[in-house]
């Protein structure tokens, strides 16, 4: 039996990252970041939703899982893809319940770190409602929270408060990563 060690991240260049959370957290922000320092490729979650999805949550309707499968995959393809190529990429989604992490992580082959950007609804709702050009309304906070299963006790996932600097997020989700065992 062996015992899990840590691995320094830059040992383990191929590791894919999605970054997660509720609309309004700053997945993008703290993607694009770790995507900079980590020198690898950032992909918008976001911009992989069919045009009815777009359609539906910019009429303030929440998408069910049936919305979510063919989105999921086509994340998962990426990433799977990236992995085959041997490159590392982070990639921005909800990632809101279990059964959608568990399905992201057998698209990549196995391992996939995760960090979970996690605050108060109040704060989200702040910074929902201060974005502009964005699809998804203030009004569908309430369903994201009610559809969200943290990842507490899951393999590979980093928990980071936002209720920071990005850059303090940003470097917590680095010392998060980098403190992951191996497998």
Known sequence: MSMAVSQPLSENPVLPVIVMGVSGCGKTSVGERLAQKLNCRFIEGD????????????????????????????????????????????????????????????????????????GSRA???????????????????????????PPTGERDAVTVDVDQTIDEIVGEALTGLQDLPTR
């Open 123 to 149: 704060v989200f709702d702040k910074r929902m409602k201060a974005r502009t050009g964005h699809f998804m309304p203030a009004s569908l906070l309430d369903s994201q929270f009610a559809t969200l299963e």
């Open 47 to 118: 911009s992989l939703h069919p045009a009815a999805n777009i359609e539906k949550m910019s009429a303030g309707i929440p998408l069910g899982d049936d919305d979510r499968w063919p989105w999921l995959d086509s994340i998962g393809s990426l990433i799977g893809d990236s992995v085959g190529r041997g490159e590392r990429v982070i990639v921005s989604c909800s990632a809101l319940k279990k059964v959608y992490r568990e399905r992201l992580r057998a698209a990549a082959g196995g391992r996939l770190a995760f960090v979970f950007l996690e």
